[in-house]
C-alpha cells in the first residue's frame, strides 16, 4: 500500500528502466480525479486494447474515451514496437470493479485467488497499462511484451513491490480476458527476474570478453645451413689469429 508517485517520477522510472516513453498532451493532469480517489496504489494492472484501426488512433481513444466511459482509459499506452505512450495520470477509468480478495492477495503479494466478485473499486488501487493488441488471437510481438515486463518492474521497483504486485484484468474483474494470450505466471517471473538487477539490466545482452594480451613472436631456430656458416667463418677468424 503506497501513496501514488508524483508524475515526474512515474515517467522517470519507466525511462530509468529503459522503457522508450512518448508523453501525449496534458498527460500529466488528465486524470478521473473528481470521480474518486486515487491511492493508495497496490499495483500494475495489464490489459489490451482490442479491436482497432491504427495505433496512432488507439493511443488517442485511450486518451479521451468514449461515450459512457471518459479517458483517461489508463495511464500508458504500449504500442506493438514496445512504446509507451503516457495519456494520463492519476485516477483513470481502466480497472472498474473487481474482487476484494485479490486486492488482499496483492497488497499481502500472495498468490491470486480466482476472481469471482466485483465489489471493489480498482481504478483507486492500480496503475494500469494498454498494450495495443486485438485480443482475438493476434500475436504479441516480443518489443511489446518486454516493455509490459519493464513499466511492471518499474513501478515495482520504484515501491518496494515484488510482482505478485503485477496482475491483469482477467485476474481482477470476472468475465474480462485480458491481456488475452499472455501468461502472467511468465510475465511476473521475468519482472521478478529483472528486480534481481539493477533497471538499467538488459537481458541476453553480454559484454565482450576483454581483449587477450599480444603472444610474443617465437624466437626463430637457425637452419642447419645457417649454424654452418656461422661455424666456418668463427673457425676462419680463429686461423687469422694464429697466423
Not at 498532451?25 to 486494447?49: A, C, F, K, L, Y
Not at 471493489?120 to 498494450?131: L, P, Q, V
Not at 603472444?215 to 649454424?227: H, I, L, M, N, Y
Amino acid at each position: 500500500m503506497a501513496t501514488p508517485l508524483t508524475a515526474a517520477r512515474f515517467a522517470a522510472a519507466l525511462r530509468a528502466e529503459g522503457v522508450k516513453v512518448v508523453e501525449v498532451g496534458d498527460w500529466e493532469t488528465h486524470n478521473r480525479n473528481s470521480r474518486g480517489p486515487w491511492g493508495p496504489v497496490n499495483g500494475i494492472m495489464q490489459h489490451h486494447t482490442g479491436p482497432y484501426s491504427t495505433e496512432k488512433g488507439m493511443v488517442e481513444l485511450c486518451r479521451k474515451g468514449y461515450s459512457g466511459l471518459p479517458g483517461p482509459l489508463c495511464h500508458g499506452v504500449i504500442d506493438r514496437s514496445g512504446t509507451v505512450h503516457l495519456v494520463g495520470y492519476g485516477r483513470a477509468n481502466h480497472a472498474g470493479s473487481g474482487d476484494d480478495d485479490v486486492l488482499a492477495a496483492v497488497v499481502a503479494e500472495t498468490k491470486l485467488p480466482i476472481d469471482n466478485e466485483a465489489n471493489t473499486d480498482g481504478n483507486r488501487h492500480f496503475y494500469g497499462f494498454e498494450a495495443i493488441n486485438t485480443g482475438g488471437g493476434q500475436d504479441w510481438p516480443a518489443a511489446q511484451i518486454e516493455a509490459m515486463v519493464r513499466v511492471s518492474a518499474a513501478l515495482c521497483r520504484a515501491h518496494g513491490w515484488h510482482a505478485e504486485s503485477v496482475i491483469a484484468h482477467k485476474e481482477w474483474q470476472p468475465g474480462k480476458p485480458d491481456p488475452a494470450g499472455v501468461d502472467m505466471g511468465k510475465l511476473r517471473s521475468r519482472v521478478a527476474e529483472r528486480l534481481r538487477h539493477a533497471a538499467s539490466w538488459s537481458p541476453g545482452v553480454v559484454k565482450p570478453p576483454a581483449p587477450k594480451p599480444p603472444v610474443p613472436k617465437p624466437t626463430p631456430v637457425p637452419s642447419v645451413e645457417d649454424r654452418l656458416s656461422s661455424l666456418e667463418k668463427r673457425v676462419t677468424a680463429l686461423e687469422k689469429k694464429g697466423a
